[in-house]
């Protein structure tokens, strides 16, 4: 999931921990291994979840915390991402019937609307919302200032669904008026994002790479489009909707003749073979959707191809020694991408799942459909699956049973299979983390009990055991003529009435931080200070500072800074030593009084000049 500066990569590297821990018992019946897992993949997932989450103390009420692990890597923090693809997952689970989780979703949904208020290194939500785009946030829900890939633009786009979706029921339920007055508001910030920055370029999911990402653009798609239809529904507008069409056209240009280009508008070496685009087919399921329907559900023939060209790009034995000697229809451990190489590039449990639940997805929308067409793109993906099928023909129920039946028999086989590599590298108290070493025997590495992991079980097995979420996809739908680059303007307000504090467009000038700080390699300087946007005195949140314009003959670090207009606030540098040797603090407080702000402005409005006062570092030679 995260990105990791190449000096960070390598030292998890060094201090990975590799959990040991006995696997699930073999004997074990796939049924039977699901049903068990089934539910400890649901506890595991609320554990994680604030206030009352057993493995996360200090979250607060409906922040869902990556996972409880602190450090190697260090994942406490609440991602908006996994938290919708978590929340729609138990928005899923609630309408099966599992009503007790009703609180959790109603706490979520009052967190986020605060959260999304919070000024952070990505911005502010008023005017212009691009504070929206911030990954993570600290688990108290204040803003965390270190490095990381920002903006992203999934994240709005996949909480309008989870919320949307929610919204539907409550409607279904008479119950209306709590959604246009509480929840929409929320939704309507979030589909303003994704109206105004749906053509704009931003982080991947695996928060890698800055380009269009498919996964953020079909999540969008499908955001604007269902957000269209609540927006009728409450009968209110929903300008940014209005960019669907666009959004629908610009995703089907990922598509290279071979399969989906995970990123595109990007340098970059990488083949765009990724699970990317898997994980956004399933992200927009929808059962009764045609297969030729342009959301590019998981039955299209470019999903198909895709899905066959990612697959077999894991059975190469020299990229993962796990997957030697696995027949080729049978499913195997996969991973983010081919080249991936954070923490070494290993499996995932939440992709080889998902791997099986786009195949259950696939026998399902087949079965509504009565009938399977095999062309020439997804071909390949048949023959794999049944050998002497030919191209350029339809398998209906009605005309040709026993095919169309062996079809999907060979379908639902496929994804129990790659169910069953999971159970291979399950521990047996089901506890799943991030990833699963690619050498053998597999054992379980990175983050330990990942939420995302969790709900990924969780999601599987309800597909797997034939439960949908409500369908989405309009039949009719058609991609524009023409392409064009557009962007509706946003409108943002904050959620009050679902809890949000009634914030005002802030008032920030930006700073330039200047210090003469002579540095040894593999030093870094911070900066921090007694405001929330320094960090309040926590290293933990502090400002990391840039040393491009570092020279001899000037050591200069530098950070450029948004603060509140008109405060006065207390800073200092800190420096980072190379190998967890203790920081080094200043020895002494300096005072800065922000300039009064210009509306619209970016520009440096105040510089500092400062030079380090107090002892230096060195080297600690790891
Ligand atoms: C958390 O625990 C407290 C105290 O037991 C309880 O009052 C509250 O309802 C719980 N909240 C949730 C979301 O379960
Ligand atoms: C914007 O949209 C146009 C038209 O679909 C497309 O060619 C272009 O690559 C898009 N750019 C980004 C950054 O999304
Ligand atoms: C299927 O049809 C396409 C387009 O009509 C054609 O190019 C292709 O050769 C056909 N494939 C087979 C196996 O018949
Ligand atoms: C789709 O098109 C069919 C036939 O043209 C029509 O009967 C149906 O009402 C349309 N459905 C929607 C949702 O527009
Ligand atoms: C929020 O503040 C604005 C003025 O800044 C005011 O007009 C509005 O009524 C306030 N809303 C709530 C819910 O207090
Ligand atoms: C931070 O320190 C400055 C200078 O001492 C002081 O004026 C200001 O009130 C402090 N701010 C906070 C939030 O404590
Ligand atoms: C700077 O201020 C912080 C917070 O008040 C305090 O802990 C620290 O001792 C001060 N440092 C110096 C050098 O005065
Ligand atoms: C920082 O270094 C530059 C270049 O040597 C010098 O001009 C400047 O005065 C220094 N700043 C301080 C505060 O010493």
């Known amino acids: ?140 829900g204040t803003r965390y200032n270190g490095n990381w890939g920002r903006p992203q633009r999934d994240g709005p786009a996949l909480r309008a669904i989870a919320l949307i979706q929610y919204s539907n029921y409550l409607i279904s339920q008479g119950d209306t008026d709590k959604v246009k007055t509480i929840i929409w508001p929320i939704i309507a910030n979030d589909l303003s994002y994704s109206g105004q920055y749906w053509n704009t370029t931003g982080f991947d999911l695996w928060e890698e790479v800055s380009g269009s990402s498919f996964f953020t653009t079909q999540n969008q798609y499908r955001a604007l489009v269902d957000g269209g239809s609540l927006a009728e529904a409450l009968n209110t507008p929903c300008t940014a909707c209005a960019q669907a069409p666009q959004v629908l056209c610009f995703m089907q240009s990922y598509w290279n003749g071979a399969y989906l280009v995970a990123n595109t508008n990007l340098a970059t070496s990488r083949s765009g073979i990724d699970a990317n685009t898997l994980l956004g087919a399933i992200s927009v399921f929808d059962v009764n959707a045609p297969c030729t ?63 099986a639940e786009f195949l259950y997805d696939v026998a399902a929308q087949w079965t509504t459909q009565g009938a399977i067409t095999v062309d020439a793109t997804s071909h390949p993906f048949f023959s794999a699956l049944y050998p002497s099928i030919t191209a350029n023909a339809t398998y209906t129920k009605r005309c040709k049973p026993i095919t169309f039946q062996k079809l999907i028999a060979a379908a639902t086989a496929y994804a129990d299979s790659f169910v069953a590599i999971a159970q291979n590298h399950t521990p047996a108290d089901g506890a799943l983390a991030e990833q699963f070493l690619k050498t053998a025997p597999g054992t379980p590495t990175s983050a330990e009990r990942l939420t995302w992991s969790f709900a990924s079980f969780v999601s ?21 003529a023409t392409c064009e680059a557009t962007s509706a303007k946003g409108v943002y307000a904050p959620a009050t009435a679902a809890g949000a504090p009634n914030i005002t467009a802030p008032c920030t000038s930006t700073v330039l931080f200047v210090v003469n700080a002579t540095t040894y390699y593999g030093e870094n300087i911070y900066l921090t200070g007694n405001s929330s946007d320094l960090g309040g005195w926590d290293l933990a949140n502090a400002q990391p500072m840039q040393s491009s314009k570092y020279s001899a003959t000037r050591p200069e670090w530098f950070a450029q800074i948004p603060l509140t207009a008109g405060q006065t606030v207390s800073y200092g540098y800190v420096r980072q030593e190379d190998c967890g040797q203790p920081w080094i603090w200043e020895a002494v407080n300096r005072t800065l009084t922000v300039p009064a702000c210009v509306e619209g402005s970016t520009e440096v409005l105040a510089e500092t000049d400062d030079a380090w006062v107090g002892s230096v570092g060195s080297s600690g030679g790891c």
């Open 1 to 140: 999931m995260m990105l990791r500066s190449s000096r960070l990569v390598l030292a998890s590297l060094l201090l990975a921990s590799h959990v040991a821990a006995a696997e699930w018992p073999q004997s074990v019946s796939l049924d039977s291994f699901v049903a068990t897992e089934q539910n400890i993949a649901l506890q595991g997932v609320l554990a994680n979840i604030g206030p009352n989450g057993t493995k996360v103390p200090g979250a607060a009420a409906g922040i869902v915390v990556a996972s409880p692990s602190k450090t190697n890597p260090n994942y406490f923090y609440t991602w908006t991402r996994d938290a919708a693809l978590t929340l729609k997952t138990l928005v899923d689970e609630f309408m099966f019937g599992n009503t007790a989780l009703q609180v959790v979703i109603e706490n979520y949904i009052h967190a986020q609307a605060a959260l999304q208020t919070v000024t952070n290194p990505s911005g502010t939500l008023l005017p212009s919302g691009l504070g929206l785009g911030e990954p993570k946030y600290n688990v108290d």
């Open 293 to 355: 329907s342009p959301s590019l559900q998981p039955c299209h023939s470019r999903s198909l191809a895709s899905f066959k060209v990612f697959v077999d790009t894991f059975r190469n034995p020299d990229l993962y020694p796990i997957n030697a000697g696995i027949p080729p229809t049978d499913g195997v451990a996969l991973g983010r991408y081919p080249e991936d190489t954070y923490y070494t590039g290993n499996p995932w449990y939440l992709i080889t799942l998902g791997a």
């Open 460 to 480: 599987m097995a309800h597909r797997r055991a034939g439960k949908f979420p409500p369908s989405w996809v309009s039949p009719n739908t058609t991609v524009p």
